[in-house]
Each structure stands twice: as structure tokens, then as C-alpha cells.
């Protein structure tokens, strides 16, 4: 039995409005069965335009986590995670205060993780943040169990610069063929959206569905919800 399976939960719930940031909707979409979500083109629209729903892999397909096999599933990574930020006024600048943020967050770049990953906003495909090689945003090493995640971006959107992010949580183990055990995607994607949330660098907004959670007789997302948190960025 695969644990803690979620079923798929339909596009157009609305996420919580801000009075001072446009909020983020998922639009109304004709439903696409699962079994036939493999395109790295599979996004959800929204008032800030497409927001891809997986992060894709260096081939280009959407992310299955280090090969792993939950129950004989394979885990398909899902995007639980947008940033807004309203206060950059250069892609540059958006990345520095992505890098800032995550770091006061104790979520700092650290070496140890697979990289070359991408996520889709609007039409284009963007590259991870962090950019070092063999680099992502952790809260711990890479021998340790850990919460990790890669952001891409910025996109230029209606009220500031805009990332996705996929994180998950994963274990350690001396004698696993793969050392890293998937462990869980909500833990991760709450864990990090609270903590930058207490450093005060970004505030949680709400969450947005995704629709974006699988179950599917060879794919699984385990845990995930279908929903990502957005968080927008303070001064």
C-alpha cells in the first residue's frame, strides 16, 4: 500500500486576498486525467499566468525523486511552494534577496544534492536557485536527515518577481543503495514556509491549488496535497 495517498483535488480553489498584492487564483481548466500528466508543459493558469506543476529534470521530463520507488511507484516531484516579491527592483536583486531570505530562514545553500533542475512560469523554463553546482536549499547536511529544495526563477509578473520551489524531506542511510530516503513532500514545504515566515523575511499568505497531486497505478506524489504555500515577501 502506498502511504498517506492524497486523491487529485480540482483546480479552482481561490487563495486568500491580500488587499496590497493581486491575489493568486487557479483559473477554471478542464480536467486532465493523470494517468497522462508527463509533459513538462503541464501547468495551472493563473492571475500571474502558467505556473508549471512539476519541477522538470535536466532531460527535460518532469522530476521523479533520485529514481526512488515508493511501493513500487515512482515519486513524481511536485511544486508545493511560490514566492512573491513585491521589493525587487532587478532580477539580480530578486535573487539576492531570495538567497538572504532562505539563509535567515536556516535554509542556507549547501552541497550534497542533485542539480540542473528547472520549473516552468508563463511559457519559459527557469533554472534553480541555488546555482552552485550539486547545491540546494537545506536546513541540514547532506549525510543527515534533511528539508531541501530548489526555487526557480524570478518570472516578471503582475506585482513583482515571482519563484516556484519544490521541496521535500529526505533521510540518511549508510546501508541504502540510494543513502538519501524520501521521507516526506508536506513536511518540507510546511517546514520552510514557516520558518522564513518567523524570520520574518516573507509572510505566508495561503496556499494554492495546484492540482497536482497523483495516484496513479506507476506514479505517486505520497504525501503532497495538490496545494503549494505562497508567501510573499516583507521589508
Given at each position: 500500500?502506498?502511504?498517506?495517498?492524497?486523491?487529485?483535488?480540482?483546480?479552482?480553489?481561490?487563495?486568500?486576498?491580500?488587499?496590497?498584492?493581486?491575489?493568486?487564483?487557479?483559473?477554471?481548466?478542464?480536467?486532465?486525467?493523470?494517468?497522462?500528466?508527463?509533459?513538462?508543459?503541464?501547468?495551472?493558469?493563473t492571475t500571474y499566468g502558467p505556473i508549471g506543476?512539476?519541477?522538470?529534470?535536466?532531460?527535460?521530463?518532469?522530476?521523479?525523486?533520485?529514481?526512488?520507488?515508493?511501493?513500487?511507484?515512482?515519486?513524481?516531484?511536485?511544486?508545493?511552494?511560490?514566492?512573491?516579491?513585491?521589493?525587487?527592483?532587478?532580477?539580480?536583486?530578486?535573487?539576492?534577496?531570495?538567497?538572504?531570505?532562505?539563509?535567515?530562514?536556516?535554509?542556507?545553500?549547501?552541497?550534497?544534492?542533485?542539480?540542473?533542475?528547472?520549473?516552468?512560469?508563463?511559457?519559459?523554463?527557469?533554472?534553480?536557485?541555488?546555482?552552485?553546482?550539486?547545491?540546494?536549499?537545506?536546513?541540514?547536511?547532506?549525510?543527515?536527515?534533511?528539508?531541501?529544495?530548489?526555487?526557480?526563477?524570478?518570472?516578471?509578473?503582475?506585482?513583482?518577481?515571482?519563484?516556484?520551489?519544490?521541496?521535500?524531506?529526505?533521510?540518511?542511510?549508510?546501508?541504502?543503495?540510494?543513502?538519501?530516503?524520501?521521507?516526506?513532500?508536506?513536511?518540507?514545504?510546511?517546514?520552510?514556509?514557516?520558518?522564513?515566515?518567523?524570520?520574518?523575511?516573507?509572510?505566508?499568505?495561503?496556499?494554492?491549488?495546484?492540482?497536482?497531486?497523483?495516484?496513479?497505478?506507476?506514479?505517486?506524489?505520497?504525501?503532497?496535497?495538490?496545494?503549494?504555500?505562497?508567501?510573499?515577501?516583507?521589508?
Amino acid at each position: 500500500m502506498i502511504r498517506r495517498l492524497w486523491p487529485a483535488v480540482c483546480v479552482g480553489a481561490a487563495l486568500v486576498s491580500i488587499s496590497a498584492f493581486p491575489p493568486i487564483r487557479a483559473a477554471t481548466v478542464a480536467p486532465i486525467s493523470a494517468e497522462v500528466v508527463t509533459s513538462s508543459t503541464d501547468a495551472v493558469g493563473t492571475t500571474y499566468g502558467p505556473i508549471g506543476k512539476w519541477m522538470i529534470d535536466p532531460d527535460g521530463q518532469p522530476a521523479r525523486w533520485l529514481g526512488y520507488q515508493l511501493d513500487n511507484h515512482a515519486l513524481r516531484e511536485p511544486i508545493n511552494v511560490v514566492l512573491l516579491d513585491p521589493l525587487a527592483r532587478t532580477p539580480q536583486e530578486a535573487v539576492a534577496r531570495l538567497s538572504a531570505a532562505m539563509s535567515a530562514a536556516g535554509y542556507p545553500a549547501r552541497s550534497g544534492h542533485s542539480t540542473g533542475y528547472q520549473g516552468l512560469i508563463g511559457t519559459q523554463l527557469y533554472g534553480q536557485q541555488p546555482g552552485g553546482s550539486g547545491e540546494a536549499f537545506s536546513d541540514g547536511a547532506w549525510w543527515r536527515a534533511n528539508n531541501h529544495g530548489r526555487v526557480f526563477g524570478p518570472a516578471v509578473v503582475e506585482g513583482g518577481y515571482l519563484w516556484t520551489g519544490a521541496f521535500s524531506r529526505e533521510d540518511f542511510e549508510v546501508i541504502s543503495a540510494l543513502h538519501h530516503p524520501y521521507d516526506s513532500f508536506k513536511v518540507a514545504r510546511d517546514d520552510v514556509s514557516t520558518r522564513l515566515t518567523a524570520a520574518g523575511t516573507f509572510k505566508r499568505l495561503g496556499t494554492l491549488n495546484l492540482d497536482n497531486a497523483l495516484n496513479t497505478p506507476t506514479l505517486t506524489t505520497d504525501d503532497h496535497d495538490g496545494r503549494a504555500v505562497v508567501l510573499v515577501a516583507q521589508k
